[in-house]
């Protein structure tokens, strides 16, 4: 079997998609958008939570690991940046950042050693030991939160290149760069001879074995993966968007978030990530706007938060009957419908293969 | 001695509180043995049942009526479980009825909150939350009232499921069922009202753990984070076992409560959290199937 990985090929299509995502992400944004509002509370909070979406994607979306403990990674990536920072007064801030993803992998793949033995719900109670002790430990350490006792710590700057970012136009732009490459790269890794590994596991694991694919190191591999993607997305979701370090902000309801974000957008897709994190994101935004536009703040404020669980409860539901395959999915159809055969082929559709047909 | 003393207590504490762990997995157990579902949402069911339970209560039905007017309730989450959630997926995998309980239990809990706020409320059983006096007299240790109640309340629960289980008609046919839905209805036995009835029964159980629960904690959110460590009881007493609930509940009642008293002060405390966990994980290791589990086989 070969081991090195298959070095990124790519379509006429891939290049068009890339250079239609950049111009929009680089020059239309920009030209466009001039309100902070957008890109501090909708765009940089989505290009996070997109990021720590593409790690569970890989998990579990790809490898068919069912884990729910994505927000314990992202806050030891979240804290091991800012210790970095703060400690190691050298490393630059991109440094600082691999570091922490590379912190979180390794808690990854402690966490991800129970994945050899059981599967299923199983797996996922042993992901949610993650969660709470990897919260916990921050919590009960003072070290970890350089001994401060108000409970929310205030980031630091970015700095890069020697200039500190401040404005939320620069923040979003490092968050395009960092995020395009690493979405690239895991697209990569899923095109290539590693997603196909993770995938044959996902489909049966017990014959992917019976070929010769190593269980261990493949779902360690995607563990590890995984978590350094949520570590990383943590760094960048505390020190853009949150500005400030409080284990609760990583509690168990950012975890199903983004299950839910995983599940929704479409499991074993990249885009669905993106699409997933927008839904779940704009989401409320549009309801509270309804809310207070439409019936002028007679609704009350519990039951908006009510109607989206219940909204997301129901999708869910919806989905799973319906579509398994998530909004990512309907948004090939619709395409397809649009611009006829041209799109047909842009997808391979092993890519896409149905996890829910796993196991049993 | 009083060191001896205290440990007991501590023990016996930690029991008590593992049998009201047990109460929620035991709705748990019940759906996955009729049905190889893993009902996620049955945390969220405590919290629609007891929520509801005591929001009619507030607006002043007396106790037993609307006791049963819950029941009636969660018969009616049953009924529209089995024809908007189970039927279209029938013959799915466990992982994809396992996400579809999530979306369930993220459905009742906005329902929950929509319908009755989400302010805490008290519960009053008219059982405190100290200890009884003439168990402290006669031998110093500390029992609290409401702990014996739900221990009494959920052992006796678990007797009562496991005789109807075991000896009665209907308990055959949920057998029957649980081992082949498929070969079970071709012989005539009613797939539907059987999964009805357990969604009732665990909509019941669900609403007892709530009560008992809510007496202690208050009726709140937080309840669906409880129920969150019937999880780990279900994987040390095995998912398929009704008397594994209670002796998973047990061990990790216990455990955590001996973890948190003398080992917990090392570590700044609230261990509890992750302790069950992390036991859980070491029994995954050594025992997948749990202690009273059916071994899982798999094929290619």
């Known amino acids: 079997m070969r081991t090195q990985p298959v070095f990124m090929t790519f379509k006429k299509d891939d290049i068009i998609n890339f250079v239609v995502l950049m111009t929009l992400a680089f020059i239309i944004i920009p030209m466009t958008v001039k309100t902070d509002y957008w890109y501090t509370s909708i765009l940089i909070p989505w290009l996070c939570l997109s990021l720590a979406a593409i790690g569970q994607q890989i998990v579990m979306g790809y490898t068919g690991q069912l884990a729910l403990g994505a927000a314990g990674f992202m806050a030891a990536g979240a804290f091991a940046c800012f210790n970095l920072v703060l400690r190691v007064p050298d490393l630059p801030f991109v440094g600082a950042l691999a570091l922490s993803g590379l912190i979180a992998a390794a808690f990854g793949i402690l966490f991800g050693l129970p994945s050899l033995r059981v599967r299923g719900i199983y797996l996922m109670v042993a992901t949610l030991a993650s969660q709470f002790f990897i919260i916990w430990m921050i919590d009960k350490f003072g070290w970890f939160k350089n001994y401060d006792t108000s409970g929310i710590i205030t980031t630091q700057d970015i700095v890069i290149f020697g200039k500190s970012l401040t404005s939320p136009m620069e923040m979003f732009f490092v968050l395009v760069v960092i995020v395009t490459v690493l979405t690239l790269l895991a697209m990569n890794m899923a095109r290539g001879s590693t997603g196909r590994r993770w995938m044959a596991v996902r489909d049966m694991d017990i014959a992917a074995e019976s070929m010769g694919i190593s269980l261990l190191r493949t779902k360690l591999q995607a563990f590890a993966i995984s978590a350094f993607y949520c570590g990383v997305a943590g760094a960048l979701f505390a020190f853009t968007y949150l500005k400030s370090l409080e284990p609760v902000a990583f509690d168990i309801k950012l975890s199903f978030k983004i299950l839910f974000m995983v599940i929704l957008g479409g499991l074993g897709t990249i885009n669905g990530a993106f699409i997933g994190a927008a839904f779940i994101l704009l989401f409320p935004v549009v309801l509270n706007t309804v809310g207070n536009n439409v019936f002028h703040g007679s609704i009350d404020a519990t039951i908006i938060s009510a109607t989206e669980q219940v909204v997301f409860g129901v999708l869910i539901i919806v989905f799973m009957i319906y579509e398994p395959l998530g909004m990512a999915k309907l948004w090939d159809s619709i395409k397809q419908r649009l611009f006829g055969r041209n799109s047909k082929e842009s997808e391979a559709p092993v890519d896409q293969a149905d996890v829910g047909k796993q196991g049993s | 001695m009083t060191e001896f003393l205290f440990f007991i207590e501590v023990v016996v504490g930690g029991l008590l509180a593992g049998t009201m762990y047990s109460l929620v997995a035991l709705g748990f157990v019940l759906i996955y043995k009729a049905s190889s579902t893993f009902n996620f949402a049955q945390g969220a069911m405590v919290f629609f049942a007891v929520l509801a339970f005591v929001g009619l209560m507030e607006l002043g039905l007396p106790f037993v009526l609307a006791f049963f007017a819950t029941v009636f309730l969660m018969f009616l989450v049953g009924y529209f479980t089995e024809r908007l959630v189970l039927k279209p997926?029938?013959?799915?995998?466990?992982?994809?009825?396992?996400?579809?309980?999530?979306?369930?239990?993220?459905?009742?809990?906005?329902?929950?909150?929509?319908?009755?706020?989400?302010?805490?409320?008290?519960?009053?059983l008219g059982i405190g939350d100290f200890p009884i006096p003439w168990i402290a007299d006669s031998t110093g240790l500390f029992i609290s009232a409401l702990d014996l109640t739900a221990g009494t309340v959920s052992i006796s629960m678990i007797i009562g499921l496991s005789i109807l289980f075991k000896y009665t008609k209907m308990g055959l046919g949920l057998r029957a069922v649980a081992d082949d839905a498929g070969a079970a209805s071709s012989i005539g036995i009613p797939l539907k009202s059987i999964m009805l009835m357990v969604w009732t029964t665990a909509g019941i159980v669900a609403l007892i753990a709530g009560m008992m629960w809510g007496a202690r904690a208050g009726v709140q959110f937080a309840l669906v984070d409880l129920a969150l460590k019937a999880l780990p009881v279900l994987i040390i007493g095995g998912f398929s076992s009704i008397p594994g609930a209670i002796v998973g509940g047990l061990i990790i009642g216990a455990t955590e409560k001996v973890l948190e008293v003398y080992i917990g002060p090392f570590f700044g405390g609230a261990i509890e959290g992750w302790a069950p966990y992390v036991l859980a994980i070491f029994f995954l290791l050594y025992r997948p199937e749990g202690l009273f589990g059916e071994k899982i086989i798999r094929r290619v």
């Not at chain 2, 009825?97 to 929950?112: C, D, K, N, P, Y």
């Open chain 2, 89 to 124: 997926l029938m013959n799915q995998s466990e992982d994809t009825m396992l996400m579809a309980t999530i979306g369930l239990g993220f459905v009742l809990e906005g329902l929950a909150q929509a319908a009755w706020g989400v302010e805490v409320r008290r519960l009053d």
